[in-house]
Structures are given as structure tokens and as C-alpha cells.
């Protein structure tokens, strides 16, 4: 086997290596030693090269959007026979023959948990949801690049080589049409497209291309190591069958025992996560022995292991070490195996260019015509067609157990190598040409509860990051009046980082079935929430309930709920504050990161959005079951963001149980005008402070109107109380609000952002939390005497109504570069602080 190992990386055959069992660590420079004859540190020597290269191309194809494993790829390219293994004294100190067993042994094991990992992360649940549309897609896919492998090889094939042309066709053929998931899934995580229609569809039917690629490598193994007996392939098979099967009715249920006798919420234990891993390897060991390769048997070990917490436990345990440090060797070792000056004449070159392009065409013309035989839009077809273009992993690993074998010589080795780094360099930057996930939506008018008419449905997205949100979110939701004439449809998505998954997910729950014990604290969770939304929506009438779960990086979550709120349509959202009440009745902040999501879906959101300051509304002067009572004050100043906040407590005033006070501050007769909108009509000179005044002048025509309409229309209600207040600074505001009753157990405000007002003159220069605006942040502040939940309101507003009052406060290009949403209508961007926005790791 050593010297076999060895002749792989050597183009002659005939080379014979001689190794010295006794020289694996040295005694050490100073008695002479040169470490680099040693299989140690010279392995040590690798490694690290091998790691430090590939980082630095990860880094370097960084801002052109690669996946890593182009940067491995290339990094092995660089440092194999290609580039600097041309200087041989490079290639003899450092990767000399003798070297090649330990590296490749090395490689192959890191190979074994990454692909055991891989199977682990697949979800064979999906394979079964997917339906015919990915099904379709995955098979039409494989069929029109296999025929053009086959073609490809009847040209590469010559007569004098050892292979039958059959197993020589089926590598190929393999190699050329099938998917890589794993690549696939981080290539959609960059682009954002996890958690969208066309990503579910590209992921699903990976998996079902990667499966089938699976078995066919399986069969295309047993063919090749058995040139002459065509009966030893048929016992390779079937005994890889039985194996199979084994571990799906023998293994699994024993790996289900383990886990029920770990109690709920407790870490599985190490001896449990050893005999696993330890598994592992005694798979490949079998797989190998059968005659199939040995990553074969770690992946279906990996795929047996039941979803929920040991799968993450193990993912969170090896995916850096494995991915980080082992997995590169695999990629390098193909790399330096890669010759491309074997890659001899122009029409060779050609042959190389032509495949690209028909292999790439052949997979985008089967997708593209499954997409618009369902009825899919041209350009997601062709998106489809691209991303099902991804190579990587299984690629690379055909082709290696194929130039093992000596089905593939080193040319066909080189071209393939070429053609696979090619095909998925190009994928992201072409998808992003082509794939404008704007022109999915259609415009929506009702982004506000100002526009939303009083007799059709409102929708409601509501985030919820732990149980202890939701008791007062239901209670608001269920003063928001539900009726037959308007009913409210909520979306209730419970937020939950992303930890050691491959990839994010957006999960849309079933109503899952009772009995099962949930299987990580996340999903313990998700169902207390998703419980409590159910029991609500069967006791309220007229509500609509469906749950979801967004899993994702907090510096990329704002995008998840934006998304979804802009795909369902939803009016506004409700998203918990970062803070939340302690015993003693002060605000103490819950995470960090949740305070970053509130503020960057303020930016970035769709619609209408609502900060909810949670300090209980539990309705303690309950009538009888169904019926809640409550006090709610509105606060009103002015602007687009008050005016909304009104429609909304005036949505809530319909209700028989609320009370509603209305309080209006009116700047007193000698109120101070702020700086910034200076120049009454008198002082009207520049015309740039011409058009502030006449802004202002509409918005205050805009207010008088609408309050003038919220008057008349509910005069004779008795619930409803409204009066105003003059003041002539914030000292009096402040006052002003301190003294309104303590009976009221909710208080709605605009959150003023965009409007300049002297009534609150003074007060953002001491506030914590500017996302709230100057009055929520005085409201939610611990030390503010009453202890009442708050609403804090940001209306929706097209282009150019504040457009530039906020552009004083910050620089234009501060804007950060992940944002997917580049909307037309926008609000300005957020004053941030240091820790404002995330970039995304």
C-alpha cells in the first residue's frame, strides 16, 4: 500500500519508495538532525503550509464571494507540481514521495468526519417533503450532463489505457453531473437565499442528486477495483446493501436508546459522543474492506444519526477541528496531484473549455426546463440551473478514488480538477447578476395600520426571542380587536441564533405532533411559543395563527424577518425590546445582539414596526374569560410616526375593554424653535431652510387633519378620552407625562425619528437607547417612576418625506454592505453607535 500511495502522486509508476519505520521524531537540530527527514515535523512542516495558504486565498477571494473549498483547492494547486512544486527542491524538502502515505492517510480521516458531519447535517426528512418539482429537477439535472460526460470521455478515452471504457464513462459521468450539498448550502448562505423558495428547492434537490451520486460512485467503485471478475462487483453491491441496512435498522435504534437515556435539557454524554465517533471510523473500516470507499460507510453512519441535540452536540464538538484543519489536507492533496502541464495542446484546451460550457449548459437546460414546466419564472429556472452547478466535495472525491484506481490518467485528473474549480467560481457572481429577488415581490400598498382599511385583514409579524415575551404580545394582539369584518393574521417567528450548523434555516411549523419530547432547549422553546400562539388563536376567533422559526446569525437576522415580512405582506411587525424588567422594576438588558436586531429592522424593515418594552399587561382587571380591560395612553407630538401609533391605539379603541386616552402636546406661545428648523416664514432666505419650513407646514396640516378625523369619528364614544396639553419645553413635557394617571397599563408613542421637535428639546442628549426615540427611551428608562408596558411606533414612510432630516447626523456611506435590502423607500440611516451593525462573520 506505501508505495502504491506513493506512485499516486508520481506520474512514473515504477518508482519504489523505501520508508524507515524507526525516523518519525528527531533528536533534535543541535545533534545534527535536519527535521524536514523526519515524518513529524515534516507532516507538522505540511500542515501548517497547507493551512496558512488556503487562509490567505480565503482571505484574498473574500470580497469576490468564493467558497472556501476554491481557496483549498487552488492553495494545493499553488503548492503541488503546478507552481512551486516546478522548483524540485521545494518538492523534495517538502512534499517528497515518502511523505505522500502519512498525508494522505491523514487527509482520508479528516475526509471521514467531514463527510460523516455532512450526513449528519442532512436531513432525510426533506428528501421525503421535497415532492416531484425538486425530485424532477434533481434527476433531469444529472441525466443531460451525464450524456455529456459520456460523450466528453468516448474523446479523452485512449485505447492504450488499462480501464475499460465503461467504468472510464461512469467516473466521468459521475464526476460531471453531480451536486455538491455541502458547498451548495454555504455558496446559498452567502447569497441569502436559504431561506427563500429557490434556495429550499436548490437544497432539496441536492441532497437527492448527492444521493444519487452516492450510490452511483458506489457502483462505479466496485467496477473499477474489479477490472476482470465481473462477479466480485455484484458481491461488492450487495454486501455495501446489507451494510446499508445494518445501520439503518441495527445502529440507528440503538443511537435512539442513547439518546432517550440522556434526561431532557443535559448534554448527551462523552462516553456516548466516543462510541460515536469510534463508529466512525469501524464504518469506513467495513466500507473499505467490502470494497467501497470508507467514506461511503462514515456517510451513511452520519446519515442514521437522528436529528436534534447529539447532532449538534457532535457538529459543535468537530466541525472546526475537522473543516478547519483536516478537511484542507484532502483539497491540497488533490491539488498537488494536479498537473496542469500534462494539460498538453491547444485542442486539448479546447476539449477542457468546451466541457465547461456544455456540462454547464446540459445541468442548466435540464433545470430550466423542469422550473417552467412547473410553472416557475424564467429567471429563477436559470438561477436553479446555476446553483445545481456547485462542485466540491464528492467531485473531488470521484476523481481521487478515480486516479487511485487509474481509471483517470493525469490529464483527465487535471482537466477535471480545472473544470470543477471553474464551475462553482463562476456560480455566485453570476446569481447575483441574474437573481434580483425584488422583482419576486409584487408592490404591496398596506404597509402601514394608517393604510390598512378598517374591513380587511391585518397582518401582524410578531418576533419573539424567549416564553417570557409572549404572555404580553398575546395580550396586545388580542386588544388589537380581532373581527369578523377584520381579522388578524399573525406571524409569529421565534428567533434562535445559528450555532454549528452549516447553514441557516427558516423552519415552517406543522403543528407537531403531541407526545414527542422536544430535543433541544430551541425547540423546548419554540414550543411553549408555538402552544401559547395556538391556545390563543382557539380562544380569540377571528385570529390566525402560523409559526415559524428563524435560525440564524444575529448579525444577519434582521434580514430573515424583513424577508418574511415583506413575503407575507405583514403591515407591521412587533419585535421585543432588549431589556426586560427585573424584580425590583428595573430594565436590565437580556443580549446584546437583540438590541443590534431591533435596530437594524428599524432601518431595513418593509413595513410598519413596533418596539414593545415589556413590563407586563396582564390584564389584572380581567372580567371573565375572553374579555380583557385595559387602560392605554397615547402620547401624541406629531410626525408620521405619532400618526401611526394612533392608528393603532385607534384600532385598539374599537375594542369594548380598552379605554383610550388621547394626550396632544402643543408647543406653547414663546417655545424656542430647535436650530435645525430655524427660520420662521419671515426668515425663509436660503432655499434650502425654504423647503424644511414647508416639510414641516405639511406634516403639521397632515397631523391637524388626521386627529381632526380620529375626533369626529369618535366623539360620542365614551372609552375615549382626548385632551391637550401646552408646554413649552422638554423640562415641561416631561412634567406633562409624569403626572398622567397610574391607572393606564400600556402607553403608545411615535417614535419620532426624522421630526424635529422643541417639546422634546434637550431630552436625546441624555438617552440610552435612541431606537426608541426621545419620549420611549424616557418611558422605558428604569428609572422613570411608572412601571407601564410601552409601544414605541416607526410608520413605514415612502422616499423623500424625511428623506435628508436625519442625513445630518451621519455620513451617507456609513450604510454597511450586507444589507440586502436596497428598497426604494428607505429610512434614512439609524445615528449608530460603536456597536450598531455587525459585519457578518
Known sequence: MADEAATTANSTDETIVCYAPTMITTNGIWQGDNPLDYSLPLFILQLTLVVVVTRILVYILKPLRQPRVISEILGGIILGPSVLGQSTKFANAVFPLRSVMVLETMANIGLLYFLFLVGVEMDLAVIRRTGKKALAIAVAGMILPFLIGTSFSLMLHQKSQYMKQGTFILFLGVALSVTAFPVLARVLAELKLLNTEIGRIAMSSALVNDMCAWILLAFAIALAENASVSLASVWVILSSSAFVLFCIFAVRPLISWMIRRTPEGETISDFFICLILTGVMICGFITDALGTHSVFGAFVFGLIIPNGPIGLTLIERLEDFVSGLLLPLFFAISGLKTEISTIKGVGTWCILFLVIVLSCAGKIAGTLLVALYYKMPFYEGLTLGFLMNTKGLVEIIILNVGKDQKVLDDQSFAIMVIISVVKTSIIIPIVTLIYKPARKFAPYKKRTVQRSKPDSEFRVLVCVHTPRNVPTIINLLEASHPTKKSPICIYVLHLVELSGRASAMLIVHNSRKSGRPALNRAQAQSDHI????????????????????????????????????????????????????????????????????????????????????????????????????????????????????????????????????????????????????????????????????????????????????????????????????????????????????????????GRGQGTVSPLTAGLTDWSECPELGAIGDLLASSDFATTVSVLVVQQYVGMGVHGDMLGVQDSPNEQPEHFIYNHTSRRPPLPRGPELFHSQP
Open 530 to 749: 408555538i402552544n401559547a400562539f395556538e391556545n390563543f388563536e382557539q380562544h380569540a376567533g377571528c385570529v390566525s395563527v402560523q409559526p415559524l422559526t428563524a435560525i440564524s446569525p444575529y448579525s444577519t437576522m434582521h434580514e430573515d424577518i424583513c424577508n418574511l415580512a415583506e413575503d407575507k405582506r405583514a403591515a407591521f411587525i412587533i419585535i421585543p425590546f432588549h431589556k426586560q424588567q427585573t424584580v425590583d422594576g428595573g430594565m436590565e438588558s437580556t443580549n446584546p445582539a437583540f438590541r443590534t436586531i431591533n435596530q437594524n429592522v428599524l432601518v431595513n424593515a418593509p413595513c410598519s414596526v413596533g418596539i414593545l418594552v415589556d413590563r407586563g399587561l396582564s390584564s389584572s382587571t380581567r372580567l371573565a374569560a375572553g374579555q380583557v380591560s385595559h387602560h392605554v395612553a397615547i402620547l401624541f407630538f406629531g410626525g408620521p410616526d405619532d400618526r401611526e401609533a394612533l392608528a393603532y391605539a385607534w384600532r385598539m379603541s374599537e375594542h369594548p375593554g380598552i379605554n383610550l386616552t388621547v394626550m396632544r402636546f402643543i408647543p406653547g406661545e414663546e417655545t424656542a424653535e430647535p436650530s435645525s428648523s430655524s427660520g420662521r416664514r419671515g426668515e425663509a432666505s436660503a432655499p434650502g431652510i425654504l423647503t424644511v419650513v414647508t416639510d414641516d407646514d405639511r406634516e403639521k396640516q397632515l397631523d391637524e387633519d388626521y386627529i381632526n378625523q380620529f375626533r369626529s369619528r369618535t366623539m360620542h364614544d365614551d372609552s375615549i378620552v382626548y385632551t391637550e396639553r401646552v408646554v413649552r419645553n422638554g423640562e415641561e413635557t416631561v412634567a406633562a407625562i409624569r403626572s398622567i394617571d397610574s391607572i393606564h397599563d400600556l402607553f403608545i408613542i
